[in-house]
């Protein structure tokens, strides 16, 4: 009931800035948070930050400082600029919605297909 597609990856040096946006569709009303994660090569998926839908945020310890996570309701979109980039930061981001579903009574995860930020040195 929910779609999500993810853009803005790329390539930049370090020191830069990208900015990374994440389209819901479908049932948008069912959402209760959204979030970015990422995953390097041979790593783990970590998240990287969360906003609920009354906009409260919480960020991982690496990227505190750094990076911004804004959630656009009108435009069902979800944001994550990322600022002060350094190779570390280099991983697939995707994007997260938990939300409700008509045919189930908890919460379930809906993710997006991830876009690919690389940063060098």
């Known amino acids: 009931q929910v779609q999500l597609v993810e853009s803005g990856g790329g390539l930049v040096q370090a020191g830069g800035s990208l900015r990374l946006s994440c389209s819901a569709s479908?049932?948008?009303?069912?959402?209760?948070?959204m979030g970015w994660y990422r995953q390097a090569s041979g790593k783990q998926r970590e998240m990287v930050a969360l906003?609920?839908?009354?906009?409260?945020?919480s960020y991982a310890d690496s990227v505190k400082g750094r990076f911004i996570i804004s959630r656009d309701n009108a435009k069902n979109t979800v944001y994550l600029q990322m600022n002060s980039l350094k190779p570390e930061d280099t991983a697939v981001y995707y994007c997260?919605?938990?939300?409700?579903?008509?045919?189930?009574?908890?919460?379930?995860?809906?993710w997006g297909q991830g876009t690919q930020v690389t940063v060098s040195s």
């Open positions: 479908g049932n948008i009303r069912s959402i209760i948070t």
């Open positions: 997260n919605a938990q939300h409700t579903h008509s045919d189930y009574v908890g919460v379930l995860d809906t």
């Open positions: 906003i609920s839908s009354v906009g409260m945020t």
